[in-house]
C-alpha cells in the first residue's frame, strides 16, 4: 500500500486537476474547486469527468468510445501496465492519439503535466 502523495499544483483554473492519489483513491479538485475522492474507475479531461466508468481494452465498444472522445494523449494508468494490449495501442495511434500507460502515480503525475501545457489529454484510471 502507498501512502497518499500530494501533488503541488500551478492551477489552471477552469479545469480538473489532480491533487492527490494513492493505490487505492484519486483526489480531484474539480472545475468549480470541489475536492472529489474517487475510489472507482473512472476518465477525466481538463474539461470532463466521467465517474465510475470501466473501460475494458477487450471490448471493442469501449476502444471506438475512447476514440471518439479524441484525445491527443490517452493516459492509461493501472495497477498492472505491462497488460496493456499491444494489437490496442494501434489501433489509437491509426487514429493520431498517443498512448502511455503507466502505474496510477506516473498517470496522475503526467495527466496534470499534460493539462498544464493546455493539452487533450485524458487520463482513464483502472484501480
Known sequence: YQRIMNINLESN???YE???YDDNEVVIRTIDKQQLVLQRDFILSPSKLFQEKAISFSQHSDIEYLISLKPEVLVVSTHDPHSFPKDVRKLFE???IGVEVMKIGSG???YNLLA???RNVYLVIQF
Do not use: Q, Y
Request: aromatic share 0%.
Open 18 to 20: 489532480i491533487e492527490s
Open 94 to 96: 491509426a487514429e493520431a
Open 13 to 15: 483554473s477552469g479545469s
Open 108 to 110: 496522475c503525475r503526467t
Open 116 to 118: 498544464s501545457e493546455l
